[in-house]
């Protein structure tokens, strides 16, 4: 009921804007609402980016996340749905970064036709790293350090803000409070951490999808894939893996719902192989969220069970 009122209020004022506008450019106001029903359709492509929408966006957005809980985004493809999606899309919101290696030729069709924002755009280059292993590019995972998934946030906000200025305040207010969720989400890693003895805190996962997180949050990480799941892990990989676990007495391991377990189920064989035991210490999210409707599929739910999940392995006898 309570949304029914709200649409009919926004509808009346956005036809009269609509005609005032005449003709305009994609991203101006006259192209938005799609679908008649008074709110922006938002198309994101990771649940994380779906995630900043839905909660800076609120009761003006309706969002779309075409890459569900376990999809790869490296290698994800769009299907045909996914290309109608985009295409009714007021705006479209990606990672980049080549992030969304499968789907660069349909991001770059759309940019061409729909307001199309990377969330990754306003962060400075020199805090992004570039391993020599993934050929001059920029590791995408930004969004494992909160501090730089809150200039996602504010590209979120800004891009709204600029498509749809009649509801700019409450993207604002969204905004704010979101922000602070991120602030404290930042602070409960960080004192998380802090809980593993230091000669433990190494992080072995099965795909480099980390190393931000290392970094701000000062875990050492180590992959068994590089940083795209795209190169599969060679058998001196595991080798390689499995000495530094042996070597560092690493008590766990992690698994990620995204990628397949076997490669981490490996590694962990191997270790055996030489004689130590490393468990497996559950499964993280890395690049994409839990199932709608559990904590772990909202972006700081998942960051939350990451953490809870990673601190509780590693601080165990
Ligand atoms: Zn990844």
Redesign the pocket.
Known sequence: MGYLMKSSITVLPFLILAVLAGACSANSVAAVDGAGDGKLNVVATTGMIGDLAINIGGDYVEVTSLMGSGV???LYKATAGDVRALEQADIIFYNGLH?EAGMSGVLERMSDQRPTTAVTKSIDPSVLSAPPEFAGAYD??VWFDVSLWKQAAEVVRDSLIELDPAHSSEYQVNASSYLEELDELDNYVREQIQRIPEERRVLVTA???FNYFGQAYGIEVAGLQG???ATEAGTADVQDLASLIVERQIPAIFI?S??PQRNIEAVQAAVEARGFDVRIGGELF??AMGNPGTPEGTYPGMVRHNVDTIVSALTQE
């Open positions: 790869d985004p490296h992030l995408p995972h795909h480099d999808a940083i795209s799941t990620e995204s990628v890395s690049d």
